[in-house]
């Protein structure tokens, strides 16, 4: 479920129309370090995974996890049906039925208006047990709601009754301090040295304390044992070897829709600066000077004053 989940959020369509294409999408939970898993595993990092091979998903050893990518239309399609294949596979099966008025809005006080019957079909999933697949995006803020109402969208084509409610910053923390939601929107902050944090982000034990980063509420026994992996490494290599292990067994359970991050540094400078012919050695901290070239400040200084 969580993989059709992941297939059904279309990052190129959210980067092209509200990024203007500037963003990187997140392919690691180590994202831009060494730390991030590449490839198949090898070396030290097999392994560390061998020892967990019963307990993880097979393609972990198989296959290279990638983002799923909706470049054109048919591949967001494709996407979409083997997303929709999954939850018929999970046990949730498309039934058609009439929306309650409530939930017609507009179109159904049209009908009405015309004298014309106001019922409406909908797709929605039921398992064996009768119960509705409806999940709820919980937000602090109308930031997101254009990145999340089109993944919305998109999940009601499955059959998914998705809603947004937006909370004020104090119930959100209330209720995220209580796992009380379906899906957020979270980060996890990285350093290149990755430790006992790593507990408190995906251990068994913080699933059910209340404020933890387990915001996904993880419950994974392999992961637990990486995790110790990467806190008890004893060297750099064994540190590394350990978070790609931990990152591709992460990728590989679609705990997470990935979201994006920009791979430069922005920074905005007048244009006064530039660099002596001759350079002094090193020794003078070369690398925290700002030169400024005088000719560039005057041509800025008469610029500024037109």
Same mark, same amino acid.
């Given at each position: 479920? /969580?993989?059709?989940?992941?297939?059904?959020?279309?990052?190129?369509?959210?980067?092209?129309?509200?990024?203007?294409?500037?963003?990187?999408?997140?392919?690691?939970?180590?994202?831009?370090?060494?730390?991030?898993?590449?490839?198949?595993?090898?070396?030290?990092?097999?392994?560390?995974?061998?020892?967990?091979?019963?307990?993880?998903? =097979?393609?972990?050893?198989?296959?290279? *996890?990638?983002?799923?990518?909706?470049?054109?239309?048919?591949?967001?399609?494709?996407?979409?049906?083997?997303?929709?294949?999954?939850?018929?596979?999970?046990?949730?099966?498309?039934? @058609?039925?009439?929306?309650?008025?409530?939930?017609?809005?507009?179109?159904?006080?049209?009908?009405?208006?015309?004298?014309?019957?106001?019922?409406? !079909?909908?797709?929605? $999933?039921?398992?064996?047990?009768?119960?509705?697949? &409806?999940?709820?995006?919980?937000?602090?803020?109308?930031?997101?709601?254009?990145?999340?109402?089109?993944?919305? @969208?998109?999940? $009601?084509?499955?059959?998914?009754?998705?809603?947004? /409610?937006?909370?004020?910053? =104090?119930?959100?923390?209330?209720?995220?301090?209580?796992?009380?939601?379906?899906?957020?929107?979270?980060?996890?902050?990285?350093?290149?040295?990755?430790?006992?944090?790593?507990?408190?982000?995906?251990?068994?034990? &913080?699933?059910?304390?209340?404020?933890?980063?387990?915001?996904?509420?993880?419950?994974?026994? #392999?992961?637990?044992?990486?995790?110790?992996?990467?806190?008890?490494?004893?060297?750099?290599?064994?540190?590394?070897?350990?978070?790609?292990?931990?990152?591709?067994?992460?990728?590989?359970?679609?705990?997470?829709?990935?979201?994006?991050?920009?791979?430069?540094?922005?920074?905005?400078? *007048?244009?006064?600066?530039?660099?002596?012919?001759?350079?002094?050695?090193?020794?003078?901290?070369?690398?925290?000077? *700002? *030169?400024?070239?005088?000719?560039?400040?005057? #041509?800025?200084? &008469?610029? $500024?004053? !037109?």
């Amino acid at each position: 479920m /969580r993989k059709a989940f992941a297939l059904a959020f279309d990052f190129e369509e959210a980067n092209r129309m509200t990024f203007y294409n500037l963003y990187t999408r997140v392919g690691s939970y180590f994202e831009n370090s060494e730390l991030a898993s590449k490839g198949l595993p090898e070396g030290r990092e097999l392994e560390i995974l061998e020892e967990v091979r019963e307990e993880v998903p =097979a393609e972990v050893f198989t296959k290279e *996890w990638k983002n799923p990518v909706n470049a054109t239309p048919e591949e967001f399609r494709k996407n979409m049906r083997e997303a929709s294949r999954l939850l018929d596979e999970a046990g949730w099966k498309l039934q @058609q039925e009439t929306a309650k008025d409530d939930e017609c809005g507009f179109f159904c006080g049209l009908m009405r208006t015309v004298g014309l019957s106001s019922a409406r !079909k909908e797709n929605v $999933r039921r398992n064996d047990q009768g119960e509705i697949l &409806a999940v709820e995006f919980l937000l602090n803020a109308p930031t997101f709601e254009r990145v999340v109402l089109p993944y919305v @969208q998109h999940l $009601r084509k499955l059959g998914i009754k998705a809603s947004v /409610r937006i909370v004020d910053s =104090a119930q959100y923390s209330r209720r995220t301090d209580a796992f009380d939601y379906d899906i957020i929107i979270d980060s996890f902050p990285q350093s290149e040295s990755p430790g006992n944090e790593q507990r408190d982000f995906w251990g068994s034990a &913080a699933a059910d304390r209340e404020g933890s980063r387990n915001t996904a509420g993880i419950k994974n026994p #392999a992961i637990d044992k990486l995790i110790d992996k990467v806190v008890f490494a004893t060297s750099r290599e064994e540190l590394v070897a350990a978070t790609n292990a931990l990152d591709r067994v992460l990728l590989w359970n679609f705990y997470v829709a990935p979201h994006w991050h920009y791979p430069y540094e922005r920074i905005v400078t *007048w244009d006064i600066f530039g660099r002596p012919e001759k350079l002094p050695s090193q020794s003078s901290g070369l690398t925290q000077v *700002w *030169w400024i070239d005088p000719q560039k400040q005057k #041509a800025l200084e &008469a610029a $500024r004053d !037109k």
